[in-house]
């Protein structure tokens, strides 16, 4: 018997467990992979062709779980022996045919003999397809008492046929439990819903297809399934007659499930009931339209936010985060504050609703306008939507990378928000969030109700301060957020001195209340925030972080560059056409190439922006050290401009702070703006630099910046854009967009469950223990003394980020830097990712930004795991005017 890793189910054979891990842990049941079903190994899978060909590869030789295969083969070519399975004896038959010599066959009473590699498997293949242990000859096999007969397909068939044609002899329980018509449907129905919703394929296509699919089961196949079963009994000597032949054919094509589902009556043959199918199998749920005006035909699309919550509920691992606290985001052994997550921030811990006893649904907004047709077009703002998505405020960071876990709650039509209002829209929603705050939703799993609030709001300064009743106009007045000062004063006051009064919750009030009364606007308040109107637990003054995205990596970064660039070109240091060259032909490594920068245009110093998206920027300078470091002189004001923007946007988007590194980057923040003030004293400054000098304050209040940004969530606009680019159909488009929104997410969740490994890894080796260094031996044994071997892998991923041979990590500290290692393996013991590093030496070098490499003299081995590591981000070495660099991605706190 063989038992599945994952719920411990005995099945008959390999090919049944495999089965049954792509029906019930698989692709099929919602995952991204295919994890191996050997309880030892770690390898997972993006296709099911791989996943077979790997157990095939690295397994065929486990005989532990293969108690009733025959023990030896002997080859009756060279008389070789101690050939264990029967795919070891074809295997090593091929090696005599690849050398071109004489194999006759190995099956009783034939004389067949041939020295031609395909030949051979033709005729194996054609005339002995089924056969058992007694067909072979005498002199070929020695039997066990307890093989009688041999499952051949089992264990594989010769090299050429196990990967492609996969004939396994199962027993008539392992055939009812496989073609059971509710998991042919179900698998079917997952095919088709990825191809309408995922791929995009017009619901007409797929209903020709299926149409198509069926003629040819039914009737077209009839004749080659009758000369089917003719030629089995013939096999038999069994002589048959003709009608019960025709009986029997017409019986199997008519009962076969894949026919039965897509039949004209089937429950998948057309889109209307395959829609049917869909919510009743998979966790949907569907939107319901809210007309706005009947005349107008002006309509929006609202998702029920508590029926979606009671489906992302009834997962386990989604409850059970939402029970228990990550304890790693409160460590208990540190003298310092920490700043991990939302919870360390100020706000969440002066909200007595969310941190008072028990658990509490903290949700998170996020408010955009986007544009489905080229900006540029003849159709720009004719279809722009306005998308309110949410997502689980208490999952762990990193929970929400995958679009999947970004849920969509309203889509309607920009112009709809601004006739009717952001009150009339999201009126639905309203009435399910002061819900969720009273009584809360009902979760079955812990058998009582659960109760919520929306903890914050994630938007662009635009869309803040439009849904939360700020003026929408930063040209003038008092257009911050955060604090009351007027835009007159940014030039000459900062933050840090004092100078703006920071609002308050009573003040706040006071604004809102003389704004209604005198119908005009008060210190930048227009009107109430529709959250803070009708939620008990939310107010605008702690509900509205500020986005690292557009203020700095699409505000501050592209225009600083700029003018520092234009500086430096005015200087004769190097021309814009050396600079573009040194970017195109920089050698780019791994996940650096993703993200790499584009030529900066000519424009640039007309428009005083080097344009470019948020990760491209980024990118930028975090290599222009590397590009131009060493062509420009020390102590030039602009590159140290530009170098202090580097420090501060490391400090920014680190995912760990402390009181101290706020300081810093207080102080850094502030260096910055007297330096910059200095080197262009006629140049005003823009709204986002005084946003940028709330932002210390904004990480007490708020915990890391980085996970509020709303990088991920501009990312699901892409999903929108390309349905309409494959349909090209734009009657409703928000109902159109948000079913497909809702039957993509139902694929992507359907069986899917937080409890399962992050680990990804796709090609291992198995190496004893003892092959390795004392030092990493002696270390292993400490951590896990019963294991004899190791998995070794070139590469893995772990929650989404990719590890391999020759990345640098951070772990530790030498002489208060961060010190460096190089990963030279990754291996992977009972699921944990280990690193075999070398240590490095490193020194800061100020005018590069980056840190100089250089072999430790010592050149120690030792071992790292993963969930030691701080700071979970891998790092890459270049060479630069002849030096070892490598360059931080995001500020590393080191210990003494």
Known sequence: ???????????????????????????????????CPYTDCPCTFHSWNKLLSHTYKRHSKQFSQEPLEISTFQCHVCSFKELATERDFFHHLNRHLKQNETVPCVFSGCAFKTNIYSTFNTHKNRKHNQYSLTDFQATVICRNDNSHQLDHSADGQTDSIDTDNEHEALSCSGLAELHQSNFIEEKIA?????????????????????????FILSTESLPLTKATISGVFQSHNLHIEDSVV??????????????????????????????????????????????????????????????????????????????????????????????????????????????????RIALHLYVDDFELCNPLGTSRKKHKLCGVYWVLGNLPPGSHSKLSSIYLAVLSKSDDIKTYGYQKVLEPLLQDLNILEQHGVFISQVGQFVKGTVQCVIADNLGAHSIAGFVESFSGGSICRFCTGHKSEFQTKDVNSGAFQLRTRDIHDVHVQSAQ??????????????????????????????????????????????????????KKYFTLELLNTLIQTFPFKWEDKTNRPHAIPRSFTSTNTIGGNAHENWTLLRFLPFFIGHIVPENEPSWLLILDLKDIVELVVAHVHTSETIAYLEAKIYDHRQRYLELFPHVKLLPKHHFLEHYPQMIRCFG???????????????????????????KNIPRSLAAKHQF??????HGSNLKKSSLEVSDISVLPLDVLSEGVRSELHQGYPEITEVH?????????????KGMLIVHGSVDGLPKFNEIIQLCIVKDNPIFIVRGLCAWYREHYGGFELSDSPTREVGLIELGDLKDPTPLVEYIVAGLRMVILKRFVIVKG
Request: a positive charge.
């Open 1 to 35: 018997m063989w038992k599945c890793k994952e719920c411990s189910l005995e099945l008959a054979s390999r090919y049944l467990l495999l089965q049954h891990f792509r029906q019930t842990h698989g692709h099929f049941r919602g995952s991204c992979r295919f994890p």
């Open 190 to 214: 997952c095919i088709l819903l990825r191809l309408e919703n995922i791929v995009h394929t017009p619901k007409t296509v797929i209903d020709e297809v299926l149409s198509e699919l069926y």
């Open 246 to 359: 025709d009986e029997l054919s017409h019986v199997i094509c008519k009962t076969n499930p894949l026919g039965i589902a897509i039949a004209k009556d089937g429950p998948l043959a057309t889109a209307y009931k395959r829609k049917e199918y869909y919510v009743s199998h998979f966790r949907i749920v569907e939107p319901v339209e809210y007309i706005l005006d009947t005349q107008k035909k002006r309509s929006f699309q609202y998702i029920p936010l508590l029926q979606s919550l009671q489906k992302l509920l009834s997962d386990e691992g989604v409850l059970d985060h939402l029970k228990t606290p990550d304890l790693q985001n409160h460590p208990t052994t540190s003298c310092l504050q920490e700043y991990r997550t939302i919870r360390d921030g100020d706000y969440y811990k002066h909200n007595r609703f969310l941190s008072g006893e028990g658990f």
């Open 517 to 570: 009364e005198s119908a005009s606007i008060c210190c930048g308040v227009k009107k109430t925030c529709v959250l803070t109107e009708n939620l008990s637990h939310f107010h605008v003054s702690t509900g509205y972080p500020p986005d690292i995205v557009h203020d700095l990596f699409e505000g501050i970064v592209p225009v600083e560059l700029a003018r520092c660039i234009s500086l430096l070109i005015s």
């Open 704 to 730: 890391p910046l980085v996970a509020l940004w709303t990088m991920r969530f501009e990312a699901k606009h892409s999903f929108f854009k390309q349905v309409v680019r494959y349909t090209n159909c734009f």
């Open 744 to 749: 993509m997410l139902a694929y992507h969740t």
């Open 792 to 804: 070794m892998a070139k590469q893995l991923s772990y929650s989404g980020i990719c590890y391999r």
